[in-house]
């Protein structure tokens, strides 16, 4: 068990270092996947190796404060540990912030974004909702410090799930299609041009050793390569259950109730590997994450995943 263990995080402990170059992390994929715990994995160990790093989650029950055995950060982007913090990115406060952006004087935005009639016209504006929500997260990618640093070295985005994750970063194309030239469009192209250099983005794919989470990667990594033109760089196969023995290998004296469950095991196992498999297909690294056996999934289960996605020391 301990060398079948050991295989696999050594495996999976060049994940970081081969994201080393980008700033940007977008982590997706079904839902119920562990894409929000890998999210929080990512930045904590991103955080450890000196990067000044914002985890975002995207209008979304908060979770990652939580794993982290911390308080709720809401939309305000809050430290939650040396080297790490957080926000919850919300349409409310994201429209504000980006209203002001625009206007630059908060009582103009009083006069014209909190008008009755003029906050009824801004719902007919194809995608404005996802464009800020967005817009507020590529905001703080592009913030610099007053010495000319960057606010944040890396920001690691808990995308919404598979389909709605389409939507949302196709927003800015579509603006960009079908908004007049101006201000909106404007920031729609560098939103778009920021999400598809591939030197600057990367796409985490997550997926379960599961017949369901596997189709629906493999659709998410076309989609995301054919409609929104962003780049996956890696898959993160979580839950992974390795291959330990067969049932040849049980003695005969071997109580019925402990063959039942080795034969759960290894049906277990033998889905994992076939799902390693088929996700290998896509032409990406697969990386596997083993399945964490805790009574209460907080800080110390997030703690283990970050040290098998950290680089080696």
């Excluded at 263990?5 to 700033?23: G, M, P, Q, W, Y």
């Excluded at 982590?27 to 990067?51: F, I, P």
């Excluded at 109730?257 to 033998?270: G, N, T, W, Y």
Aim: with cysteine; charged share 25%.
């Amino acid at each position: 068990m301990l060398r079948s263990t050991l295989r696999h995080v050594n495996v999976a402990f060049a994940v970081l270092d081969e994201l080393s170059d980008k700033r940007l992390l977008v982590v997706t994929g079904k839902g119920g996947v562990g894409k929000t715990t890998l999210a929080a994995a990512l930045a904590v160990q991103s955080a450890r190796e000196g990067l000044r790093t914002l985890v975002c989650e995207v209008n979304a029950k908060e979770r990652i404060s939580q794993l982290l055995g911390k308080p709720e950060v809401g939309p305000e982007v809050t430290a939650l540990d040396e080297n790490l913090w957080a926000v919850n990115v919300r349409p409310q406060e994201a429209m504000r912030e980006y209203a002001l952006m625009l206007l630059k004087f908060e009582s103009i935005y009083s006069a014209v974004f909190e008008n009755r009639v003029v906050r009824y016209f801004l719902r007919f504006i194809p995608s404005l909702q996802e464009l800020v929500l967005l817009g507020k997260i590529l905001f703080h990618l592009r913030e610099k410090r007053p010495d000319g640093r960057w606010r944040f070295d890396r920001i690691i985005i808990d995308a919404p799930a598979t389909g709605h994750a389409i939507t949302f970063f196709s927003v800015p194309q579509v603006i960009v299609d079908t908004v007049p030239p101006g201000a909106m469009s404007e920031d729609a192209t560098w939103m778009r041009d920021l999400l598809v250099d591939p030197r600057t983005t990367a796409v985490v794919l997550v997926s379960l050793p599961e017949d369901l989470p596997v189709n629906e990667t493999i659709e998410l990594h076309e989609a995301l390569a054919t409609r929104v033109k962003m780049k996956a760089q890696l898959v993160v196969l979580n839950g992974f259950i390795p291959e330990r023995f067969t049932p040849e290998d049980m003695p005969e004296s071997v109580p019925q109730a402990l063959r039942d469950v080795a034969r759960a095991h290894e049906s277990r196992a033998q889905m994992s590997i076939t799902s390693l498999a088929r996700l290998k297909t896509l032409g990406l690294r697969v990386v596997t994450v083993p399945r964490i056996f805790v009574t209460d999934f907080g800080r110390s289960a997030v703690e283990q995943i970050a040290q098998i996605v950290g680089a080696p020391r």
